[in-house]
């Protein structure tokens, strides 16, 4: 069974940027398709970005397309999350996710992955 544990997350102004990385362990982590999502108080858990195991394709949610990017390093067993011209609806908990299936047809959805991460809190202040 594969762990996954985020980091990265803090407290910025509006503008600025983070890189949020998530470590695997317990398994190898480059056979896993990766997803990131994220949780903001009150609301669902929503679709981020996704990465194929290659690294060759990667989808990201509407909100976030031309300000995030999602990469991986399979020999360092991570998976990134950089997060560029961050807004204050961008604050939430964000979570790394994972699946040892093919690249998944609902990639947007939290029950294509099997595998989670704690979450890191990322807060953006106006």
Known sequence: ?????????????????????CAASG??????????????PGKEREFVAAISWSGGRTDFAESVKGRFTVSRDN???TVYLQMNSLKPEDTAVYYCAATNAYYPN????????DY?????????SS
């Open 1 to 21: 069974q594969v762990q996954l544990v985020e980091s990265g997350g803090g407290l910025v102004q509006a503008g600025a940027s983070l890189r949020l990385s």
């Open 27 to 40: 398994g190898t982590f480059s056979s896993y398709h990766g997803g990131w999502f994220r949780q903001a």
């Open 75 to 77: 020999a360092k067993n």
């Open 106 to 113: 609902n990639y947007q959805s939290r029950r294509a992955y």
């Open 116 to 124: 989670w991460g704690q979450g890191t809190q990322v807060t953006v």
